[in-house]
């Protein structure tokens, strides 16, 4: 190379070392470090990017990256990268070669050169196994698919041969050394990365992360390693697994119990979550599980003693079935108990779940999130140091399920962060029969974790010490840093999907090598023995002793007496069933006329500090005219006046849903956002000083997953009003599944309760299907045992008490109100401020405006006794029908809304149907018949009419006819429909 200039050598240099695809990654980052500003570079890179034709001012706008990036998101600085991964110098050979001459001045220059890209060399291989060494990690205790070599991970890719292995290398302390031989080097990094543990850890873009990451794992003294006494409580741990689970299998073989064999190391994974989390300040860890190894966990970790689960097996009920509710199976209940670790108590829950397997993830981390913001004493803070979330999944359902992608989605955002929630998945490699190149396209079914940078910890389920070592780390990396992290358990299953399938039909590989290998616990027990940890005998001793335990619980189990359910107390102390039969149970909700004027004053006050947007500036305006006269209170207006009393009364108030702070029709304005530099003023949150919190959040663009963390909020705060808003009331639709497991079913099934409040506007605009599309009609057809209201709300007062009640009373239902849209601005819909203060109420029926506000219409009506049609409706309609009448001049028509459908406020309905006994009954809804609530409805109507001995026993339709669509888009179909539904309910 004598004849060579300098910089020739540095473009051969560059040329044969940094051409190659595995280091693209280092390649790129000088690529930006040059657009961004090409002096900050070596000559020789600016010479080589040069030569590529870089354009660097629209590199640069790229590598800036866009303006609406989120403000704190970490960001890599120039180096800063390269700094974390290979060394201070590593971003620039001439920094490199300074490095090594300074380390070593008594080489020449020419030795200076080979040592510096050596250097580099070794720092981009150590680099590669950071990134890639998962890929050739021992993680599948089956063996079934051999992780063999990866090319970047190949010595030779860095210019390494076989000669050069022995050869010390500057490193600059990468690793913990000055200096490491090649052959050291990948001792180290095949140890640290492809042993049995594997990490994807380096698209975390927080460089104090990722080398918080590196510092725990890298090093040449640090291996993954136990005392004596917690190998032995590990080994413990396997025992109890195993054992419980073959003495259920060979005591009731083929039932079902979705046992745990294979994945023992699951139990020892999670006592050390609970152990170093307590360490670390936790206090409360809420689980959720899907059923594989669910009673295993109840027992072993949660404590749940084992004979009440030898009593269900032997046909007991679980505590309240019999007395109260449906019950469920015993791999979908919850438990709940008290753990103490080394001085440090932890309470321990597991939330029950249904088959949907991941659909209990948001209903955890809502839960979650409320115990935070109650242990900070406030709710407008939260405590994630104190209360975390373990979410243990499936290896299938992790990949596969949206409300996954959903679930993530919401972890750092405001209103719903709970500081980090660790994922467990269970990985048998296989989805009840499907196998991973049939359920999942990326690499690993922990892919879509990386949506949010969070590190996963891939580790073999056979290997018990390294799954607990990951397991450690996971948890103090998400007390440290507030964020997610995943934990991959590669393992198996015994026995397929479940006891009573036969996997070898569709899997005969995988289970003849499940059939020829030993548990995990036997694995472990010959590790522990050959390592003198104990012998033979005194292993054999700890199984034997562990059996007769079972054995006596087993016995326990034939005369246990199930204790009385302990789901009333704690926070939901003195909360009881409902014990009114009429169903009534309408709450205190009135409230002093003078507070009603108070908090509407204090609501509708523009402090001088926000620079209010001028139409805005004229809805308050108009709002604190309505406060003044107590006329013509509005939707908006009372939602806040509700709001407004609930937080000065101690209750706490949570709204959210997708553009709720501003409401999706402009209705609610709960922010007055200034026009200048965009800060939020809530009046609502600026009432008094010892006032409670009201929080509104605009949620993400996801219905599933924020109705699910909504109704695990309501779940664990019972003092606050939780309230969940769908945009349009048909994106509820996307969100079923939390209605069908939990909302309508949890009191029955888990001897839950729930206060939530769903809001679903609906209505018939002539807008299309979608603007009407609530489905009344499905919340009406899984009503039962009162399990839930369903309200069609007409006016404001009767709004601002229903939300009133759902914390005014002493027990908790969950609302399904069919919100409004036109009538959020409709001149007949308003209240006064005198129906919402003292001696009011919600009302389940309500009266005709002819008769009850005589005022708004120009019609008299008739005495009742010469009424001769009773139309029956609910919600808008009604004004629809109003106005017809007032058109047509009639007064022979009484219109009686039902704002309440269930519970079906029957004793109501007789009282005022009595009045018109000789009166034909009309039911009129804007839904076609398959629809709306005319199917569930008309049967109640037959049966009150019968009880008053009516002449007209069965009500007339009147409406849409059935359709499979909910609404024509049209609008000339749509006014020929609505005035066809009008004729009809008024014909002769």
């Known amino acids: 190379m004598a004849d060579k200039s300098r910089s020739d050598q540095n473009q051969e240099f560059l040329d044969t070392l940094f051409l190659d695809g595995g280091n693209a990654a280092y390649l790129e980052q000088m690529q930006a470090q040059y657009t961004r500003d090409p002096r900050s570079v070596d000559a020789s890179w600016r010479s080589y990017f040069a030569d590529l034709g870089e354009e660097t001012e629209n590199a640069r706008h790229v590598a800036d990256g866009p303006a609406w990036k989120q403000k704190n998101w970490p960001v890599a600085e120039d180096g800063e990268l390269t700094s974390a991964l290979t060394g201070d110098w590593g971003a620039d050979p001439k920094a490199a070669e300074k490095a090594v001459a300074h380390a070593n001045p008594n080489l020449s220059e020419d030795e200076v050169q080979q040592a510096a890209k050596d250097s580099i060399g070794a720092l981009m291989m150590i680099r590669a196994y950071r990134v890639r060494g998962h890929c050739i990690a021992n993680l599948d205790p089956l063996g079934l698919a051999e992780p063999g070599e990866h090319p970047e991970l190949d010595p030779a890719t860095y210019g390494f041969s076989d000669s050069d292995r022995d050869r010390d290398i500057f490193i600059d302390g990468v690793l913990g050394l000055d200096y490491a031989t090649v052959n050291e080097i990948i001792d ?75 994945a023992e190391g699951l139990l020892p994974a999670l006592e050390q979550i609970i152990k170093r989390g307590g360490q670390l300040g936790l206090k409360d860890i809420n689980f959720g599980m899907p059923h594989r190894g669910r009673l295993n966990v ?12 030898f009593y269900e097996f032997l046909g007991g009920v679980a505590a309240g079935g019999e007395d109260f509710g449906s019950g469920d199976v015993k791999y979908h209940l919850g438990v709940s108990d008290d753990r103490e670790f080394d001085g440090n108590s932890v ?17 955890v981390i809502g839960k979650t999130r409320a115990k935070q913001q109650m242990a900070s004493g406030t709710y407008r803070s939260h405590k994630p140091e104190e209360v975390m979330a373990v979410i243990l999944h499936g290896d299938s359902a992790f990949a596969g399920q949206g409300v996954v992608m959903e679930t993530f989605q919401m972890s750092q955002l405001t209103g719903y962060r709970t500081g980090g929630t660790i994922h467990v998945v269970v990985n048998n490699q296989i989805g009840f029969t499907t196998t991973p190149d049939e359920y999942r396209s990326g690499q690993y079914c922990s892919d879509v974790a990386f949506m949010v940078e969070a590190p996963v910890f891939h580790v073999n389920g056979d290997d018990p010490e390294a799954v607990v070592y990951a397991a450690r780390i996971a948890t103090e990396y998400r007390q440290k840093f507030g964020k997610d992290v995943v934990l991959d358990i590669t393992c198996y299953r015994r ?33 522990l023995i050959e390592q003198g940890d104990l012998t033979k005998e005194d292993h054999e001793k700890r199984v034997e002793d562990f059996y007769a335990f079972l054995d006596e619980e087993f ?19 003195g909360l009881s069933l409902p014990t009114e039969k009429d169903g009534k149970r309408r709450g205190d909700t009135d409230v002093d006329l003078e507070t009603l004027k108070e908090i509407g004053k204090k609501i509708t006050t523009i402090p001088n500090s926000v620079n209010i947007h001028k139409t805005l500036k004229r809805i308050i305006k108009a709002r604190a005219e309505k406060i003044e006269t107590g006329e013509n209170i509005d939707w908006g207006l009372a939602e806040h006046l509700a709001i407004g009393t609930l937080i000065t009364e101690g209750h706490p108030v949570r709204l959210s849903g997708q553009d709720s702070e501003r409401g999706t029709f402009s209705q609610r304005q709960s922010h007055f956002i200034d026009q200048t530099d965009g800060h939020k003023y809530t009046p609502l949150n600026n009432l008094s000083d010892d006032q409670e919190y009201y929080q509104v959040l605009n949620s993400h663009l996801s219905e599933e997953a924020v109705l699910g963390f909504e109704y695990g909020f309501s779940t664990a705060a019972p003092k606050a009003l939780t309230i969940w808003e769908a945009q349009f009331g048909d994106f509820a639709n996307g969100a079923q599944v939390m209605v069908d497991q939990f909302i309508s079913s949890a009191e029955q099934k888990w001897l839950r309760m729930s206060g939530l409040v769903m809001l679903l506007p609906h209505g018939y605009e002539g807008q299309g299907p979608e603007h009407s599309s609530a489905r009344l009609e499905r919340y009406l057809q899984m009503c039962a045992e009162d399990n839930m209201q369903v309200t069609n709300i007409s006016t404001p007062a009767n709004y601002f008490h229903a939300l009133r009640r759902q ?7 969950p609302l399904i109100n069919m919100s409004p849209k036109s009538l959020l601005r409709h001149k007949l819909c308003v209240s006064t401020l005198e129906e919402m203060a003292s001696d009011t109420e919600f009302h389940r029926l309500l009266w005709d405006d002819a008769e009850y506000r005589p005022e708004s219409t120009e019609i008299k009506l008739l005495p009742d006794a010469k009424i001769k049609r009773v139309i029956l409706c609910s919600g808008k309609v009604y004004f629809d029908l109003f106005e017809e009448r007032e058109k047509q001049n009639i007064n022979d028509v009484y219109l009686l809304r039902i704002e309440q459908l269930f519970p079906y406020p029957d004793d109501a309905v007789q009282e005022e149907l009595s009045r018109f006994k000789k009166a034909d009954i009309v039911w009129c809804q804007e839904e ?16 009150s009419l019968q009880a008053i001995g009516a002449k007209t026993t069965r009500p007339r339709y009147v409406g849409r006819g059935a359709a499979a669509s909910t609404a024509t888009g049209i609008s000339a179909k749509h006014k020929k429909e609505q005035q066809a539904i009008l004729d009809g309910a008024f014909a002769k």
């Open 298 to 309: 109840m027992a072993s970790v949660m404590q749940k003693p084992y004979s009440a689960i």
């Open 347 to 363: 309470h321990l829950s597991l939330a029950p779940n249904p088959s949907h397997l991941e659909v209990v993830a948001p209903v």
């Open 188 to 262: 180290i990094v095949k140890r640290t990365y492809c042993s049995t543990l594997g990490v994807q850890f380096t698209h975390v873009s927080n460089p104090d992360e990722k080398a918080w990451i590196q510092e725990r794992l890298e090093g040449p003294e640090k291996e993954i390693s136990f005392s004596k006494e917690g190998r032995l409580a590990i080994l413990q741990k396997l025992i109890e697994g195993e054992a419980f689970e073959q003495l259920l299998h060979k005591r009731y073989p083929g039932t079902k119990r979705f046992g745990l064999d294979g």
């Open 928 to 943: 076609p018949k398959n629809m709306g609530a005319w199917s569930f409805i008309h049967e109640f109507l037959e049966e």
């Open 555 to 573: 016995e326990k189990a034939k005369t246990y007496e199930t204790k009385q359910p302990d789901w009333l107390q704690g926070v939901w102390q």
């Open 495 to 527: 026995y397929g999907h479940n006891e009573g399938d036969d996997p070898s039909f569709t899997q005969p590989l995988m289970y003849k090598a499940i059939a020829d290998r030993l548990t995990t616990r036997e694995i472990y027990a010959e590790r």
């Open 807 to 813: 914390v005014k009373r002493q027990f908790r239902k």
